[in-house]
């Protein structure tokens, strides 16, 4: 059984209720085949908690979890799928983590990485209506991989089971590695020896460990034991699995591919290389991976899939049928490796083209994170990126990839773009102009896309003209609009982009605000309103603020001190807030000395100067990575993540500013 208790339960629909519901019946029936046990606990409650300072946690029996999951507005298919993945990973700690505990924290991985892993394998095999279920669930699985991408090519990425030498340093490992490359081992581990063996696997495991602590040689003694009595080792040397949890577990750091081969060779013997190289050149080891190559024709058509293991040293050579004349190569198809993939000048030139001819959803979602990875390592301008999505983003109709380009495109605007070049070519306006013309295209009946684009078009409205559009769009004067319903969180966006306007006063400010509160008193609600009250706050009232953050009594919640730091460091502050520029480096250290590390993380990240002279940032983290001591890990930690930023940020700059046409 289970119980949805919260303070919103009236609001609670009832078709969400029955979603979570019969995610939960499903995947425990699939755990309990699965791993060969039954649901070890007597009863499951799902409780949902307002201002949880986590996603969810499992304790035996109850889960918490944070009521952002009870939807309060109609949202696309993948959120629905992002619950109900939270669902099942905390379903699946059942087994992985309270059925079996690990010893230690060095351990975690296998809590994390095993519930990362399964819940998605789960969503794959099991139906529920009205979650998207099936293939939908391996998209989600590779947009929530680039976590794993990104944290495994920072300077403070780590080995996925390393020494933890305390609990303090364990909380930090609770990263894009321990859940996100975990999982991503874990199902590149299934594609090595066969699905139906690591079940087996599982069955054994638990049958020895049920009610114990279990180590990393417990669980991978089991897979060893199951995998020997199927595969001969010594002719499968890649299946030793000793040898792949040295490679794998132990060592940290992602590995690259790239295809090396002659794009106008007729010849049906022809041959390619396929480089494999470390991303950090400080973690400099090099993998066995099984992965699939993809040949792609000038119709965009995958014509031949070659399934091989690449070798664990530099180079690996396969052979293919040159006369076909492919024009792209994809290493990876089907993404079951862990790795990245570094597209050849001939792919990549025909992809920027031609990508919305790819009839493969994935295919063409593993094509768009290239296109970010190769911006993000400097091998693409920022504006050569942009170019890239507005050829090819209004052609885009998945909903998954599209939500995911646009992140994209946020962070290359907030990280990977001058302010003066995104002004002078008004980037941000183009986008919205096009998120609005697909958004007017939009089949009615196509709800899903229409709330994507809806919810997402108010982020890029900068000029005038735009913001004016999208305040006659509130006020029901856009006639081309007018059958697009808001809801009350796109009017917090509207006011968030209304406070962005120079021409607008200060009182139609206030008034809109005060009209949009009227009609959301909820906490999300009291969160805006103080967000917009800081924006909008006088130079004696902000110092007040500033005051406020190192107040150590304060009975405010985290959540609502995070909104009153955008506020204060709104875009808009950005002249008013440089006579905080030395007091914030100034308070970090004792912000993470003295308060929690919720709310010295939130200051760290929220406050961080708004700025352009990337140099001065430079300066000013490199000293405090000097100065501040190794024991204040999460400090470290967040420092040196900042340094490599700031570091691709510089590159990226200058890459954009050697632009001859600007």
């Known amino acids: 059984q289970m119980c949805i208790r919260d303070r919103y339960q009236r609001r609670v629909h009832g078709e969400q209720a029955r979603e979570i519901f019969s995610t939960t019946t499903e995947c425990m029936k699939f755990y309990e085949s699965f791993f060969g046990h039954k649901y070890p606990f007597s009863k499951y409650d799902h409780i949902f908690c307002p201002e949880y300072n986590v996603g969810a946690m499992e304790n035996p029996g109850a889960v918490t979890m944070n009521d952002m999951f009870v939807y309060k507005e109609e949202v696309v298919p993948d959120k629905i799928l992002r619950r109900a993945n939270v669902v099942c990973h905390e379903l699946a700690h059942m087994w992985f983590g309270d059925l079996v505990t690990m010893t ?93 063996i690591f079940s087996e696997a599982l069955h054994l495991y638990f049958g020895r460990h049920a009610w114990q602590n279990a180590t990393l040689e417990d669980f991978l003694g089991a897979i060893q034991e199951t995998v020997s009595k199927h595969v001969d080792i010594k002719q499968n040397p890649h299946l030793d699995i000793g040898f792949w949890k040295n490679e794998w577990l132990c060592k940290a750091g992602l590995n690259e591919v790239r295809a090396e081969w002659n794009p106008v060779t007729t010849n049906p013997h022809a041959s390619l290389t396929l480089i494999q190289s470390p991303a950090l050149p400080q973690h400099p080891t090099l993998r066995y991976h099984k992965l699939n190559v993809a040949f792609i024709d000038e119709g965009a058509n995958i014509y031949q899939v070659q399934d091989i293991v690449l070798q664990n040293g530099e180079k690996t050579e396969i052979s293919y049928d040159g006369s076909q004349r492919p024009v792209a190569i994809l ?65 885009e109709d998945n909903l998954t990839i599209l939500e995911t380009v646009l992140l994209y495109i946020s962070g290359a605007m907030v990280h990977y773009c001058p302010q003066e070049i995104q ?40 000029s005038e003209e735009n913001i004016q559009l999208v305040l006659d769009w509130l006020n029901g004067n856009v006639e081309s609009l007018k059958n697009f319903e808001l809801t009350i969180s796109n009017k917090w966006r509207i006011a968030q982009a209304v406070a962005r ?151 990226v700059f200058d890459l954009v500013r050697r632009n001859p046409h600007l």
């Open 423 to 462: 002004k002078k070519l008004q980037l941000n306006d183009k986008i919205f102009r096009t998120l609005i013309e697909k958004l007017q295209e939009t089949d009615a009946k196509d709800k899903s896309k229409i709330i994507l684009l809806r919810d997402k078009c108010f982020s890029f409205a900068y």
């Open 104 to 196: 230690w924290w060095n351990d975690l991985w296998l809590n994390e990485s095993f519930a990362d892993f399964v819940s998605y394998l789960a969503l794959s095999k099991i139906k529920v209506e009205g979650v998207p279920t099936g293939s939908h669930s391996w998209m989600g699985f590779f947009q929530r991989k680039g976590w794993g991408y990104t944290t495994d090519q920072q300077p403070t990425t780590h080995p996925i089971a390393g020494p933890v030498n305390d609990t303090e340093q364990a909380e930090t490992i609770f990263d894009g590695i321990t859940y996100s490359k975990g999982a991503s081992t874990l199902k590149q581990l299934t594609h090595l020896i066969g699905e139906d």
């Open 501 to 651: 306007s120079k021409t607008i006063s200060y009182d139609q400010k206030k008034a809109l605000i005060q009209r949009i509160h009227d009609l959301d008193q909820s906490d999300q609600g009291s969160y805006y309103v103080r967000q917009f009250t800081t924006i909008f706050a006088t130079d004696a009232e902000r110092e007040a603020i500033w005051q406020s953050f190192f107040d150590k009594d304060t009975k405010e919640s985290v959540r609502m001190f995070e909104y009153t730091m955008l506020g204060f460091n709104d875009e808009s502050n950005i002249e008013r807030n440089q006579k905080y520029f030395r007091a914030y480096f100034d308070n970090i250290s004792k912000t993470f000395n003295e308060r929690s590390k919720e709310f010295a993380k939130a200051f760290f990240e929220y406050l961080f100067p708004q700025s352009d002279n990337v140099d001065e940032l430079l300066v000013e983290v490199r000293k405090l990575i000097q100065s501040t001591p190794e024991d204040q890990t999460w400090l470290v930690k967040l420092l040196r993540e900042k340094e490599d930023l700031l570091v691709r940020k510089t590159k």
């Open 331 to 395: 290493p990876n198809y089907g993404d079951a490796a862990f790795i990245k993939v570094v597209f050849d000048q001939s792919s990549i030139n025909f992809f920027k083209e031609k990508l919305s001819l790819i009839q493969d959803d994935l295919t063409r979602f593993m094509i768009w994170r290239g296109f970010w990875d190769q911006l993000r390592d400097i091998r693409m301008s920022t504006l050569e990126f942009i170019a890239a999505v507005l050829e090819n983003f209004g052609k």
